[in-house]
């Protein structure tokens, strides 16, 4: 098992993304994907694309990100990429409406997004949870559910 114990640095370093290059040209960039959640742990057991385990085993100032190198040698490089969360998806009737549900996401510490209109919650589990927590401005017609995706 490969035991990773701190962030090299960014993809998007100069240096680190010169040889990144090189390496991905000879197929030994492996990643690690992990969702939202799983990037404010320290501890933790995942599996590369390649199929090779690795332990994350972080100090607690190391933060885990899209695009952290956790390893780089001259012949191989272990990438974290994030998974895109499934996006919860409200649609305020009017301004004031859109004021509240961004109040509200806010005091539930809820990530968000806007797309137009439409304000976007990035999900950490089952959508019924926000539903439910929504469910007074859906049901007195603040706001209503488009879709999820």
């Given at each position: 098992m490969l035991k990773l114990l701190e962030v090299v640095g960014p993809v998007t370093?100069?240096?680190?993304?010169?040889?990144?290059h090189h390496l991905?040209?000879?197929g030994q960039v492996e990643y690690i994907t992990l969702s939202e959640e799983d990037t404010q742990r320290r501890r933790?057991?995942?599996v590369t694309d390649a199929g090779n385990e690795c332990a994350l085993m972080l100090d607690r100032s190391a933060q885990l990100y899209d695009g952290a190198v956790m390893l780089l040698t001259d012949d191989r490089a272990v990438v974290?990429?994030?998974?895109?969360?499934?996006?919860?998806?409200?649609?305020p009737r009017d301004t004031a409406a859109a004021l509240e549900i961004g109040y509200f996401s806010g005091?539930?510490?809820?990530?968000?997004?806007?797309?137009g209109e439409v304000i976007e919650i990035a999900?950490?589990?089952?959508?019924?949870?926000?539903?439910?927590?929504?469910?007074p401005f859906l049901?007195?017609?603040?706001?209503?559910h488009v879709h999820s995706h």
């Amino acid at each position: 098992m490969l035991k990773l114990l701190e962030v090299v640095g960014p993809v998007t370093d100069p240096v680190i993304a010169e040889k990144l290059h090189h390496l991905e040209h000879h197929g030994q960039v492996e990643y690690i994907t992990l969702s939202e959640e799983d990037t404010q742990r320290r501890r933790l057991r995942v599996v590369t694309d390649a199929g090779n385990e690795c332990a994350l085993m972080l100090d607690r100032s190391a933060q885990l990100y899209d695009g952290a190198v956790m390893l780089l040698t001259d012949d191989r490089a272990v990438v974290v990429r994030t998974q895109e969360p499934d996006w919860l998806r409200i649609q305020p009737r009017d301004t004031a409406a859109a004021l509240e549900i961004g109040y509200f996401s806010g005091n539930m510490h809820w990530t968000v997004r806007f797309a137009g209109e439409v304000i976007e919650i990035a999900m950490q589990g089952e959508a019924a949870s926000y539903l439910e927590r929504l469910a007074p401005f859906l049901s007195d017609g603040r706001a209503r559910h488009v879709h999820s995706h």
